[in-house]
């Protein structure tokens, strides 16, 4: 598996060179299409912390469920996140890591926004690459195929008081991953309705925290009933477009200026920073043929944009979906078609660049 690796200040950690390894005695049998999330591979690593002793060895061990006190402060109040990136095989059958050094640092800035304990990177990133190498035959041989790293830290607090953690454990289990969605459109369908927030000024939106996706599904499950896939996240009186379902969001478009540009929401504190989002502003801004900013956008500009037919297309970026392209939005009882491009469109360079560049079949961006 290749890696990358940086330096850590963490003050308290755990050594990967104290990994203990117990392996399964019976191996599952490897289903040959699943749905997103529901098979998980043999084993999975589980790091113990508490405020009195500290990180406890890393060990990796048969996939096994979770033993949790009732009281447990993540399951009352939670105290809890996650993060998720995928190993890919090449052509050559190499086992490749896409930019996994970005996960580990958002996912610190999560605990520490959490108030969970600090954790040395570096050693996680290790720990993890031989999670990997021991269920290495769960990884397929496909381009549209990969698996799933889902590691997740909670409070383990045995307590109903609303308090910093003294107990905690971070776990990392592995999935097959497909197709995220289940159509097989070219193009999703959103609906936007202002009534609902996905996150807000001072909160958790720039954290993967579970209570941002739990809080999702009320609007999701009414999206489904306006005959849409996904929601499209709005924000503010001006109605400012966020994010699309659990996607970042880009227009590509001419803007008022009359500029060709590819244009997302800013960090702000309520959008998460995507790794695949940071990706594709470093590979266009690469390209150097259009105009690359991170900007606010509005539902209004956007309506007026399509009215004026100054927009090219409209895609949502993130590591299950990677490119999915936007077709339609129903917003305010109008049913608003996006246009979708050929095989020369933004879309479809950026799915291929970014496919070839995590199986291994061009040079990796920094």
Known sequence: VLVTSAACSAESTFPAVDLAVQLSPALKTKPHVVD???VFTDHMLTVEWSVTEGWQAPFI???TNLSLHPACSSLHYGIQLFEGFKVYRGDDSRLRLFRPMLNMS??????????????DQTELLECIRRLVEIDQDWVPQSDSASLYIRPTFISTEPSLGVKRPGRALL???????????????????LWADPKYTRAWKGGTGD???GGNYGCSLFAQYEADDYGCQQVLWLYGQDHQITEAGTMNIFLHWINQDGEEEL????????????????SILELTRKWGEFKVTERYLTMS???????QQRVKEMFGSGTACMICPIGHIVYLGENLHIPCRDKQSVTSRLTKELTDIQVGGCPHIC
């Open 36 to 38: 997103f999330g529901t």
């Open 61 to 63: 061990r048969p996939f």
């Open 106 to 119: 958002r996912m610190a800035d999560s605990a520490k926004r959490a108030c969970l304990p600090a954790f």
């Open 171 to 189: 776990y990392v289990i592995l999935c097959q991953a497909g197709s995220y969605f289940n159509s097989e459109a070219d193009a999703i369908s």
């Open 207 to 209: 954290c993967k925290m």
């Open 263 to 278: 244009a997302t929401p800013p960090l702000d504190g309520i959008i998460l920073p995507g790794i695949t989002r940071r």
């Open 301 to 307: 500009q956007l309506c007026c944009a399509l009215k």
